[in-house]
């Protein structure tokens, strides 16, 4: 049963991937957003926004990124 939900999940994964235009570096993005679609579709599943919060925060966490390094690695000065 587990697998078969996976495998779903899988899927459903792909198809947002493809749907977007393929885009890279946002496979844990879909993959919440297919999990979070699968799970409140069973039959009986709540419909919480604790699923969709936390399809949400996997959404920030992927797309942190560092602060960009000035070129040349030297500061600026200002002359008095």
Same mark, same amino acid.
């Given at each position: ?19 977007? !235009?393929?885009?890279?570096? &946002? ?6 957003? =297919? ?6 579709? #069973?039959? /009986?599943?709540?419909?919480? !926004?604790?699923?969709?919060? &936390? ?6 966490? =992927? ?6 390094? #000035?070129? /040349? ?8």
């Amino acid at each position: 049963m587990k697998d078969d939900t996976e495998q779903h999940i899988r899927d459903r994964a792909y198809q947002i991937w493809q749907e977007e !235009g393929q885009p890279e570096g &946002r496979e844990h993005e879909h993959w919440a957003r =297919a999990r979070t679609e699968i799970e409140d579709a #069973r039959p /009986g599943a709540a419909k919480s !926004g604790e699923r969709r919060q &936390r399809a949400s925060s996997t959404r920030k966490t =992927a797309t942190k990124r560092a602060p960009a390094k #000035r070129a /040349g690695g030297r500061k600026r000065t200002t002359k008095a």
